[in-house]
């Protein structure tokens, strides 16, 4: 059994990137202003951007990806002066949120305003709205000058990119500009929370890393989980690998992998120790064992171990606790079937 360590590996090397120059960001927006498309990094993954008041920048951005056109984007903005130009009201409780915890890893879903398009929204009669803390999203944003519609850049159903070479090998010329931001610092996709259906009862869509315990000691309230009307993110089977995949408890780890053509994500050693006999057993890698560190690399790994033509990835069963939701989520949702 070859073990790897979460550092030790092309999955989780940076290739020493350095950030998108200004040049290249107002390349960018120049794209973004002519209705083309535009891949950028945020701090949870990259995103691909489009105008989000051009309607047919929206569905050239939603061709390809492949998403179905009733499927809401999330709009990027770089400052909270901007929220009025898209939502019709802003609750007290969303603005408190967004004073505490913008820029950062949540989307607020608020009522929207009239003028924005039906392209953006699915046709609903609200938007999402995030402000993004990554360097180069906040100095590509402030450039354009206006909202960015932007899906992880990822096609449709796939796992989420979190280096620029993900949207690249996705993509390929399809997106041929993709500022450099390095490796996402989060690693999953943004917290999700409705203000739109039901205001005084803020809802979350989409677990992410700012957990429902630190927003609602925030707000001072209970804070539930509901779903979306149309959201991918909120699909049983979405981030998925192309490779078989199975959540598993520890006991069953090392049954489950016989063939050494299968890979296993643990955060416990190896408890077979190195010897010819296992040789028929698969990779053993060992996860970080906090949910920050975890979620940073996880679609990592997933990509780079889905690009081995391997025969299964079993991932050991995380824990309950409420700091894991959002990647227990998205790993449930990566091997739903
Ligand atoms: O972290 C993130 O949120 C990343 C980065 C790029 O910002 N974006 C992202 O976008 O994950 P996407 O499109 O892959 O997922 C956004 C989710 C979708 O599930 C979408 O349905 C939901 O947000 N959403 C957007 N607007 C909505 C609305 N008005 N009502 C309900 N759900 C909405
Ligand atoms: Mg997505």
Redesign the pocket.
Known sequence: MSTVLPDNNEAAQTNGSTYASDEEIAQAARILESGGLAAFP?E?????GADAANPQAIELLYKTKG?PAD????V?LYSIEQLPLWASRIPDDALRLAERFWPG?M?L?LP?RPEVSAAV??G?N???I?L?SHPVAIKLLKTFGRGIA?????RFGRI?PTTAQHVKDDFGADVPVVLEGGPCQ?G???T?I?F?SNESEPKI??P?MLTAEIISDYLNKPINFGV???????LKKHYSPRTSSFLVPSSELTAACQDKNCAILSWHACPIPNNSSSEKQGHWIIMPDNPEDYARRIYSWLRYLDSKQLSAIYIEQLPDSPEWAAVRDRLTRATAR
């Not at 499927?71 to 999330?74: D, K, N, T, V």
């Open positions: 945020t949870t993954v990259y995103g691909l998403r499927h809401p984007s999330i990027h890893p989307t879903i929207k929204t699915g609903q609200s938007v999402g995030r993004p932007a899906p992880s850049a990822n989420s989060v999953v996709e943004s999700i409705d739109a869509l989409r992410g979306g009307a149309k959201a991918p993110g909120t």
